[in-house]
């Protein structure tokens, strides 16, 4: 059974256009993330959704833009590609609230990785 | 300074001896730590979590040095799947998860 799941797996487009990534995961959690990974390897924290809410928005151009259907989605639609976007995208999930709703900071499960490369 | 550091490697360390490595956090008020491992081409996976105590998974141990504002991963009788990327993670006071940079590690026969 597929935990975090990403679609594409891999991506190849062109500067210019837009493209979205779709992430679906069935483990019931509250929060969701999208990560950018470069071809240093930095794993970067892009956005994060708990129950539908925006609670992070880091520092990324405006053409990114998540939506959250529901807490078991968040895509990610990107317009206007440029050549810096290639990288790596990782979804991943986590249960960050209890039933008091306090907060708990835990284990994250990751979606495969979405290879974009811009040309 | 910023706020987890590690050393990127890579570590080449021959089969069977013992390789260990350090992370630093600078932000005295975080609340808990963990290890991921993270294979080539893959996404990255809980290892282990790391407690005040110190904790022990086989061959894996994870130590926390609150004073100092580090934790460290010791891996013995080292196996060439153990060739990974270890992600150090911090969660700071707002419960967010500050991610290291990664060590790679290289287990030669």
């Known amino acids: 059974d597929t935990a975090v799941s990403q679609t594409p797996k891999y991506l190849v487009t062109q500067m210019g256009n837009d493209k979205s990534i779709k992430c679906e995961q069935n483990l019931g959690h509250d929060t969701m993330y999208w990560y950018k990974q470069d071809s240093k390897k930095f794993l970067k924290i892009m956005f994060s959704?708990?129950?539908?809410?925006?609670?992070i928005n880091e520092t990324v151009p405006n053409r990114f833009s998540p939506k959250s259907p529901d807490k078991a989605h968040l895509n990610l639609h990107i317009n206007s590609l440029e050549l810096g976007d290639s990288a790596v995208y990782f979804c991943a999930s986590s249960q960050d609230r209890g039933t008091s709703g306090r907060r708990f900071g835990n284990e994250q499960f990751f979606g495969p990785g979405t290879r974009l490369t811009v040309l | 300074r910023k706020e987890v550091e590690q050393d990127p490697g890579p570590f080449n360390v021959p089969e069977g001896a013992t390789v260990a490595f350090n992370c630093t956090y600078s932000n005295s008020a975080s609340q808990s730590f963990f290890w991921y491992r993270q294979d080539c081409r893959k996404e990255p996976k809980l290892l282990m979590s790391?407690?005040?105590?110190?904790n022990e998974d086989g061959r894996f141990t994870a130590q926390l040095n609150r004073a100092s504002q580090y934790i460290s991963l010791l891996i013995r009788d080292s196996k060439l799947s153990d060739s990974a990327t270890y992600l150090c993670?911090?969660?700071?006071?707002?419960?967010?998860?500050?991610w290291g940079a990664g060590t790679k590690l290289i287990i030669k026969p």
């Open positions: 790391v407690y005040s105590s110190g």
């Open positions: 993670v911090v969660v700071d006071s707002n419960y967010q998860l500050i």
């Open positions: 959704y708990n129950n539908k809410e925006l609670i």
